[in-house]
């Protein structure tokens, strides 16, 4: 094992042993670089003053070297923000930023020690650090059985872990805090468990209220102290789009600090939250009481980014800062919300009028992009079917009754036309 490597776990090992029996064997593994190219040119530019032949872009004029075609449109921005590479962990100034607009939205999280946020490749890339540092072989990930399918992709698929399924709603349509606690007590041979919050849900758009959250962080306390290591990662995608009396703060608050056997780790971006799903910027962050651990996981974190994607692009990360630092930035932010929120009541509205009857039951939604129809007597994808085949409408048919409706990209007055003809294409089926 690398010297550097073997550093950063006995720091692990030291500041919190839970938090290194947590690591799988690449996790473990992983470190980043002091020695090697990128320290180097580190270095030389601080010091190279008359020539850096250091570093792996072309420059003209002092200036990175650029095609005119590229530049002219983007003019507003100095090409040493565009061009140049990044740094593994991201842009320093996005960095900061970020974590300030954390503390704001999270006013919460202020009193908790949590470390800089480090720049990925959007969420799934957030994820998939996770899962490369904590997930082995049969290592079980726990998650509600309405579920993002890319989990299984991330998790299974790429690393071998066993996804653990529990239902997401009890029988009072609330979060089932209860299945939850059971997941994870049943890990306890194990010894450790990965659990995923996303909320709000995808697919249904569900968020739990306040008393949900206490019961959420009060289940994986049960499970630190029946002496399961638990890696709780808040999937934040949505974060922001609540419209209901729902938790209005990312359960990471809650979680960070919480028990020695328990990491708080938050995977979020701009992506969803500031409208800007291409630009591929989003964020993991830890949560832990002791700054050498938060450093020891974050050099672990550069080191998986080193390794698979080198740096994440330039361009998104400098736009993304100008929009935070912009001062009309929380007003437009604050107007595409109420467009969200006016959607999502519109879609409520015209499932509680009871001009569908009994046909079109849905699964509680009060947050995010989706909703989730719940539908009998015919199958979701055989209503997709029709939707695209007789209607040009496209939908999301998940199992055998769910099909996903994403009113985030249907707009108000579309919105009734939309579901009555969902109505109809069921209605048709039924026949």
């Known amino acids: 094992m690398n010297p550097l490597a073997k550093q950063l776990n006995e720091t692990l090992q030291t500041e919190n042993p839970n938090v290194y029996a947590m690591l799988s064997a690449l996790g473990k593994a992983i470190y980043f670089p002091k020695e090697g190219i990128l320290s180097q040119s580190a270095e030389a530019k601080t010091k190279a003053k008359k020539f850096n032949a250091t570093i792996g872009i072309a420059t003209e004029g002092g200036v990175p070297m650029h095609l005119k075609v590229i530049q002219e449109t983007l003019t507003a921005y100095h090409p040493k923000d565009l061009y140049e590479y990044a740094p593994p962990g991201g842009k320093p100034e996005l960095r900061s930023a970020?974590?300030?607009?954390?503390?704001?939205?999270?006013?919460?999280?202020?009193?908790?020690?949590?470390?800089?946020?480090?720049?990925?490749?959007?969420?799934?890339?957030?994820?998939?650090?996770?899962?490369?540092?904590?997930?082995?072989?049969?290592?079980?990930?726990?998650?509600?059985?309405?579920?993002?399918?890319?989990?299984?992709?991330?998790?299974?698929?790429?690393?071998?872990?066993?996804?653990?399924?529990?239902?997401?709603?009890?029988?009072?349509?609330?979060?089932?805090?209860?299945?939850?606690?059971?997941?994870?007590?049943?890990?306890?041979?194990?010894?450790?468990?990965?659990?995923?919050?996303?909320?709000?849900?995808?697919?249904?758009?569900?968020?739990?209220?306040?008393?949900?959250?206490?019961?959420?962080?009060?289940?994986?306390?049960?499970?630190?102290?029946?002496?399961?290591?638990?890696?709780?990662?808040?999937?934040?995608?949505?974060?922001?789009?609540?419209?209901?009396?729902s938790l209005h703060e990312s359960l990471f608050s809650k979680l960070a600090e919480l028990h020695p056997r328990v990491l708080a780790i938050k995977v979020d971006g701009a992506t969803k939250e500031e409208y800007v799903w291409g630009f591929r910027v989003g964020f993991i962050t830890y949560a832990s009481s002791s700054a050498s651990l938060l450093a020891a996981l974050e050099q672990k974190t550069l080191g998986i980014i080193r390794a698979t994607i080198s740096s994440g692009p330039h361009p998104s990360q400098t736009f993304v800062l100008r929009a935070l630092q912009a001062p009309e930035f929380e007003q437009q932010r604050a107007e595409k919300y109420e467009i969200m929120k006016g959607r999502a009541n519109t879609v409520k509205s015209l499932l509680d009028s009871g001009r569908y009857g009994d046909v079109l039951s849905y699964y509680p939604f009060n947050s995010g992009y989706f909703m989730c129809l719940k539908l009998s007597g015919v199958t979701a994808e055989a209503v997709r079917n029709r939707l695209l085949d007789e209607y040009d409408i496209g939908t999301i048919a998940l199992g055998e009754t769910d099909l996903r409706v994403a009113f985030s990209c249907i707009e108000e007055e579309n919105l009734e036309e939309l579901y009555d003809t969902i109505f109809k294409a069921v209605q048709e089926l039924l026949a």
Do not use: C
């Open 98 to 245: 970020w974590r300030t607009k954390m503390i704001k939205d999270n006013p919460s999280l202020e009193a908790k020690s949590f470390g800089t946020p480090v720049v990925t490749n959007a969420l799934t890339h957030g994820l998939s650090i996770v899962a490369d540092l904590f997930a082995d072989a049969g290592d079980a990930v726990v998650i509600p059985n309405k579920n993002w399918e890319n989990y299984e992709l991330t998790f299974g698929v790429r690393r071998g872990a066993e996804i653990v399924e529990y239902p997401l709603y009890n029988d009072e349509m609330k979060f089932n805090s209860q299945g939850l606690r059971e997941a994870l007590l049943a890990q306890k041979d194990k010894g450790k468990a990965i659990v995923v919050l996303n909320f709000p849900n995808n697919p249904t758009g569900y968020t739990p209220g306040p008393q949900e959250g206490d019961e959420i962080v009060a289940a994986i306390r049960d499970a630190a102290e029946a002496g399961i290591h638990v890696v709780a990662v808040t999937d934040d995608a949505y974060f922001g789009l609540f419209f209901e009396d």
